[in-house]
């Protein structure tokens, strides 16, 4: 199972930025995907993650309003679009799958089974 993380990069504050995980080796509906994030000398963080057609979403406290998640099984890949990021926004970005039943959003850490390797994100004051 491979989860490649890309779209990561250096965007000024108040950008956006839009991430992209395809998943190969699973079946990839089968699998509620999640988004964590991870800055320097922190904990690992969720930020949200949906269910295995895409038809049901869940956001930290903290992510509403400015992270949105979706995916297209079709094409094996979860995105994640950042809109009016600050610089605090800065970490490197995760995606992880879950297998799930259909209506699961997974929004616990430890149930992810599979991760990816991570994409940097910087964000410029």
């Known amino acids: 199972v491979q989860l490649q993380a890309s779209g990561g990069g250096l965007v000024q504050a108040g950008g956006s930025l839009r991430l992209s995980c395809a998943a190969s080796?699973?079946?990839?509906?089968?699998?509620?995907m999640g988004w964590f994030r991870q800055a320097p000398g922190k904990e690992r963080e969720f930020i949200g993650s949906?269910?295995?057609?895409?038809?049901?979403?869940y956001y930290a406290d903290s992510m509403k309003g400015r992270f949105t998640i979706s995916r297209d099984n079709a094409k094996n890949t979860v995105y994640l679009q950042m809109d009016s990021l600050k610089p605090e926004d800065t970490a490197v970005y995760y995606c992880a799958a879950a297998r799930a039943i259909l209506s699961d959003v997974v929004p616990d850490e430890g149930r992810y089974q599979y991760w990816g390797q991570g994409t940097q994100v910087t964000v410029s004051s």
């Open positions: 080796g699973l079946t990839f509906s089968n699998y509620a």
């Open positions: 949906l269910n295995r057609n895409g038809s049901s979403t």
